[in-house]
C-alpha cells in the first residue's frame, strides 16, 4: 500500500514524499481512510507509530478540499488539535506546518511558559489549525481573541495524559464552547475506563483502531539492565556514555532536581548535556531540545514531561537513570527510540531499592530484561552506602535541620510546640518523613507532571522538630514571629 492509494491530495502526496515516505504505517492506513470519510475515530496508538501523520494528513486534505470561511477579515479555527505537553504541541504543530506547506492553509501552535501577545497575534490575522494546551488556550478564549464556531474537527491527542495530568476540566469547559456538529479523533496510548468515560460525551459512532498490544514496547528496541549501587549511577552513566561513545543519549530521572545535579555531575565529566523538565523556561527548554538535536548537547537529560512530547529522529540510545514510579510511564520513555521502524537501545540502571518498579515494569510488557552488571560497577550485598537525596539542597529560608537533623518535632506529625505559633501549614506529614513527594498542584497545567519530588522537606511549614528555645532566640533576633509559617514551597505551585 502506498500513500498515493489513501486518496490523499497531489500536494499532500509531494510534501510526504520529500520527507521520505512512500509507504504508510498501520495506523495511517487504517486512520487516514476512516478520517477522508468524516467518520469520529478512537485509535488506541503507542508513541512512535506515525500517528500523528495519521490524523495530520487527512486533517489537511478535508480542509483544502472545503470551502474557507472568513468572518470579516479573520479565518476562523477549523481545527482543534490538543494535546498534553508543550513539546508534543511544538512537535504536531511541526507536523502540520511540514506536510502543509504546498497548501493554502494557516496553522499556528499555542501553549503556556511564553508571552501570550505574539500569539494573540498570531490568532488575529486567522488561522485554519490550531494546535494548543488547554490552559493557554482558556486564557485565549477568554480574552476573545479565538473564536470556535466554523470549527469542524477536534483531536485530542495523547488523551491518556491529558487526564493523567488532571486535564479533564479544561476539557470539559472547551467542548462546552465547541460547535455541537464536527469530526472528533480521540488518539490515546490505551483505552482505559477513563478515556472510555471521556469518549461518550465526545464522540459519536466512532471507528475504533488499534494497530499494537497495549503497553507494548518497539520490538525494534533492545532492552536490558545494569544492576548498580544507587551512589554509583552518576559514574556508571559517565562510563557507558564514554566507553561507547554514545554521541546522543535521553537520560531520564525522576525528579527535576535529580535531573538538575545529573547534569552538573557530567559537565563536571566533561560530557555536554543540558535539563528539561517542567522547572525551565521554555525558552530554555526549547534551545536544550535543539542544541540536542543538532549535537550541540551529549545527553539529554529530562523527567517525564518529555517521555511523549519529544519527536528526535534516529534517537540511538535512553537510559533510565531511575525507573520510573508508575510502570506505564517506562514504555513512552523507551518510545523516544526506535521509532518508525529504526532500532534503538534502551538501558536501566536499578538499584537495589527498585526492585519492585523492576518487576512492575516486566509484568507491564510481559518480558524479563536481561541483566548484565558492568565490571568494576558491581552492585555490593544490601546495595551500597545510602544517597541523600537533599545534599545540596538549601531548606527553605536558609533554615537548618535542628537536633541531629530530624525532621520531626516532639510533638509528632509536624506540629509547632512555640507559643502562638501555627502548626504543619498544611505541610504534609508524609512529605517531611520522605524528604520528597507529590506536589499538591501537580495536576494544573504545563509543567505539572514531573513535579513528583519536587519538595524538599516540606514539614518545614510546620515547627522544624519542635525546639521551642531554638524559636525563641529566632524571635529575640527579629526573625520569624510563626514557628515555621514563613517558609514557603520550592515546588512548582
Do not use: C
Not at 55 to 64: D, E, G, K, N, V
Not at 85 to 108: C, D, I, N
Not at 270 to 288: F, L
Not at 463 to 477: I, M, T
Amino acid at each position: 500500500m502506498s500513500f498515493a492509494s489513501l486518496g490523499l491530495s497531489a500536494p499532500l502526496l509531494k510534501a510526504v514524499a520529500e520527507q521520505g515516505y512512500d509507504t504508510p504505517s498501520p495506523i495511517q492506513s487504517q486512520a487516514i481512510p476512516a478520517v477522508l470519510e468524516g467518520r469520529d475515530v478512537m485509535a488506541a496508538a503507542q508513541t512512535g507509530t506515525g500517528k500523528t501523520a495519521g490524523f495530520t494528513l487527512p486533517i489537511l486534505h478535508r480542509l483544502s478540499q472545503g470551502d474557507r470561511p472568513r468572518a470579516g477579515s479573520q479565518i476562523p479555527v477549523r481545527a482543534l488539535i490538543l494535546t498534553p505537553t508543550r513539546e508534543l504541541a511544538a512537535q504536531v504543530g511541526e507536523s502540520v506546518a511540514t506536510y502543509g506547506k504546498h497548501l493554502p492553509l494557516k496553522s499556528a501552535v499555542v501553549f503556556g511558559g511564553v508571552k501570550i501577545n505574539p500569539q494573540i497575534a498570531t490568532l488575529r490575522q486567522g488561522v485554519d489549525i490550531l494546535v494548543a494546551t488547554p490552559g493557554r488556550l482558556l486564557d485565549l478564549y477568554q480574552q476573545k481573541v479565538v473564536r470556535f464556531d466554523k470549527l469542524e474537527v477536534l483531536v485530542l491527542d495523547e488523551a491518556d495524559r491529558m487526564l493523567d495530568m488532571g486535564f479533564i476540566h479544561d476539557i470539559r469547559k472547551i467542548l462546552a464552547v465547541l460547535p455541537k456538529q464536527r469530526q472528533n479523533l480521540l488518539f490515546s496510548a490505551t483505552f482505559s475506563n477513563d478515556i472510555r468515560n471521556l469518549a461518550k460525551g465526545l464522540v459519536n459512532d466512532p471507528v475504533e483502531l488499534s494497530v499494537t498490544p497495549r503497553n507494548a514496547a518497539a520490538a525494534t528496541v533492545k532492552q536490558w539492565v545494569h544492576p548498580v549501587d544507587k551512589s554509583r549511577k552518576p559514574a556508571l552513566l559517565s562510563h557507558l556514555i564514554q566507553t561507547h561513545q554514545w554521541q546522543q543519549v535521553l537520560v531520564f530521572t525522576r525528579t527535576k532536581h535529580g535531573a538538575n545535579r545529573l547534569t552538573k555531575y557530567l559537565e563536571g565529566q566533561g560530557i555536554e548535556a543540558a535539563a528539561i523538565h517542567g522547572n525551565k523556561s521554555q525558552n530554555a527548554r526549547t534551545k536544550a531540545l535543539a542544541d540536542f538535536k543538532s549535537g550541540g548537547v551529549r545527553a539529554l537529560i529530562a523527567t517525564d514531561i518529555a517521555a511523549r512530547g519529544l519527536d528526535i529522529d534516529q534517537l540511538p540510545q535512553v537510559v533510565n537513570f531511575e525507573l520510573p514510579n508508575v510502570a506505564e510511564d517506562y514504555v513512552h520513555r523507551i518510545g523516544r527510540t526506535g521509532r518508525a521502524g529504526a532500532s534503538g537501545q534502551a538501558v536501566s540502571l536499578v538499584s537495589l531499592d527498585e526492585k519492585k518498579e523492576l518487576a512492575g515494569i516486566e509484568r507491564l510488557i510481559s518480558q524479563r530484561l536481561t541483566s548484565e552488571a558492568v565490571t568494576g560497577f558491581e552492585p555490593t550485598p544490601g546495595g551500597g552506602p545510602k544517597v541523600d537525596e537533599n545534599e545540596g539542597r538549601q531548606p527553605r529560608g536558609g533554615q537548618r535541620r535542628g537536633d541531629g537533623g530530624q525532621r520531626r518535632g516532639n510533638g509528632g506529625g509536624g506540629r509547632g510546640n512555640s507559643a502562638g505559633g501555627r502548626g504543619n501549614g498544611g505541610g504534609r506529614g508524609g512529605d517531611s518523613r520522605r524528604g520528597e513527594g507529590r506536589s499538591a498542584s501537580s495536576s494544573q497545567g504545563g509543567s505539572q507532571d514531573d513535579n513528583r519530588g519536587n519538595r524538599i522537606d516540606s514539614g518545614n511549614r510546620g515547627n522544624r522538630s519542635g525546639d521551642a528555645p531554638a524559636q525563641r532566640r529566632q524571635r529575640s533576633r527579629g526573625g520569624q514571629r510563626r514557628s515555621g509559617g514563613g517558609g514557603t514551597s520550592n515546588g512548582n505551585v
